[in-house]
C-alpha cells in the first residue's frame, strides 16, 4: 500500500510579504548563500545497515547558518502516490498559471500597432543580421567557397540566431532536426542551441521562483546549484534538493520578458507572411497560418503547468515501457513560469556512446 504525503501547500502568490528589517534581510543572503553552496550526499548508513531513509540526503553546508524565525514557513506537499493529493496540487498549480499569456494575433497588432519606431528598429536588426549572412553566402559561392566555408558559415548563423533571441533560437532548434534542408555541418553546430544558450543573472531566476510559488528560496530547497545546469530558449535549468523531501530534481525557470521578446517578432513575421502571401505566387502554401500555428506552439511552451500536464500524459501513455522513463512533475513547486520535475540523469540522443567491450576471465 502507497503511503501518502500531504504537508501545507504554498500561499498564494498574490499575496506580498513585507520587506524584512536589516539584520534579518542580511540573516536571509547569508543563509541563501549556504543554501547554494550546499552539496546533497548519500544519507548516512544506520546501524542495520540500511540506509536513514530511501530517497533522503543528509546535506554538508560549506557555511553554517541557522535561519531567522521569520524566515520558517510551513513546507510545501510532495508529489504523492495518492491520486487525490496529487490532483488538488495539479490545480493549485493550474490557479497559479491562470493568467499565462496565451498566443492572439489581434492583441499583438493592436499593442504594436502604436509603436512603430520600435518595430522598425527592431526589424531593421533582424534584416541587418540575416542580410548580413545572406550575403556572406553569395560570396562564398561566387568564389566557389561554399563547401569549404560550411563550417565556419554554420558558427556564425549559430551565434546570429542566438544574438537576435529566443524567437529565431527557436527556429534554429527546428532547424538542427531537419537533416533534408540543413547540411551536417549546420546541424550539428545549431543543436547547440537546444541547451548551450547564454544564461541569465541567478539573482533574476531565484527572484522568480520566489515570486511564482509564493516562498523564499530557503524554504523551499536544501540545496540549489550555483550556476545554471543548462540554458535554452525560452528558459535555464537548476540542480536542486527539496528542503521537505530530500527528492532532487531539476527546476526549469523561465527567461524574464521573454513574451514581450517573441510578441514583437512574431508580430513582424506575421506582417512578413502576409506580403508573401499577397506578392510571391510560386509559395502556395499559407504563410500566416503556418507562423501562426508556430507562435500558438511557442506560446504553449510558455506555460510550464501546460508543459508538465503533457509530460504527465506521455508518462500515461508509455507506462507499459519499462524502457521508458519519464520524470515526475511535482505540481507543488511547480507554476507558469517554474517547472519541477525528477532529476533524471542521462545522454542525448545526439550522443552516441560506445560500450567497452567485455573481455574473458
Known sequence: MAVALS???????????RPLPGPQRASRQRLRSALIEARPVPAAKTKGGGSAGRGHYAMELAVETQAPAAASTAPLSVISTDRTVDIQAEV??????????????????????????????????????????????????????????????????TKTLTRLGPTFVKIGQGLSTRPDICPPEYLEELAELQDALPTFPNEEAFACIERELGMPLDSLYSAISAEPIAAASLGQVYKAQLKCSGQVVAIKVQRPGIEEAIGLDFYLLRGIGFLINKYVDFISTNVVALIDEFAKRVYQELNYVQEGQNARRFKKLYADKKEVLVPDIYWDYTSAKVLTMDWVNGVKLSVVSKKPSRSKV
Request: proline share 8%.
Open 7 to 17: 504537508l501545507p501547500s504554498p500561499p498564494s502568490p498574490a499575496r506580498r510579504r
Open 92 to 157: 493549485r498549480a493550474l490557479a497559479r498559471a491562470a493568467n499565462a499569456t496565451v498566443y492572439s494575433p489581434q492583441l499583438l497588432a493592436a499593442k504594436y500597432a502604436s509603436q512603430p519606431l520600435r518595430v522598425l528598429l527592431r526589424m531593421m536588426e533582424i534584416i541587418s543580421a540575416l542580410g548580413t549572412f545572406a550575403l556572406k553566402l553569395s560570396v562564398d559561392q561566387r568564389r566557389g567557397q561554399l563547401d569549404q566555408r560550411k563550417r565556419q558559415r554554420a558558427v556564425e548563423l
